[in-house]
């Protein structure tokens, strides 16, 4: 089985990233829960101003967990000239065009078991799954859930109501910290109650 998981982090208030990353949003169990998902994946996608942002860490830098993991960065662009520009980075990141068939096409390039260095058990997956996670922002999120069959999106809503120069889609300059203190669905909505920490 191939899977695409999409994850993307929001505040309450549907602001969803700060200055290009999402440290702002999240909270530490966001943070826990997207490490797993990592530890997880096969390979990982992102989007190209994801890859060529500074202010971010290189996802598959040396010593790190995720060192053996590949990172294809996803673009509309030419890839080749992108890679030159992530090679003279040093950027171990493969550019790849986007097109419908872009996700399928790395998914079959995969191996079926993910590697034990991207996992934290030193042992490979007793099973045949291979788990590709997008890591960018909602542009890209809403092109492969589009195009790849199946795609799931793991949306983590933050207890927070945020706004900040950075962040979009709230017109108020603020950030509140909330409480979660009841959750219930009905018909496939969720629906989520907060009250001020």
């Given amino acids: 089985m191939r899977r695409l998981i999409i994850s993307l982090v929001q505040s309450i208030n549907g602001s969803f990233a700060e200055d290009g990353w999402s440290t702002g949003v999240s909270t530490d169990a966001d943070f826990r829960r997207f490490l797993a998902l990592r530890r997880g994946a ?3 996608i992102i989007d190209r101003r994801t890859a060529l942002n500074p202010q971010l860490p290189v996802i598959n830098a040396a010593g790190k967990t995720l060192e053996h993991t590949p990172v294809y960065v996803l673009t ?3 890839p080749t000239a992108l890679q030159s520009e992530l090679d003279a980075r040093g950027l171990d990141y493969r550019a790849q065009h986007f097109s419908a068939d872009t996700v399928t096409e790395v998914a079959a390039s995969l191996p079926t078991a993910a590697s034990p260095q991207s996992r934290k058990s030193p042992e490979p997956a007793p099973s045949d799954d291979v788990v590709l996670l997008c890591e960018s922002g909602p542009n890209l999120a809403f092109r492969l859930l589009e195009h790849y069959p199946g795609a799931e999106l793991h949306l983590s809503v933050s207890p927070r109501y945020i706004r900040t120069p950075g962040s979009h889609f709230s017109g108020l300059e603020a950030k509140i910290d ?12 969720v629906f989520l109650r907060y009250r001020r920490a």
Avoid: H, M, P
């Fill in 42 to 44: 096969n390979a990982i």
């Fill in 76 to 78: 509309e662009s030419d």
């Fill in 178 to 189: 909330l409480d979660l203190i009841d959750v219930c669905t009905e018909d496939g909505q």
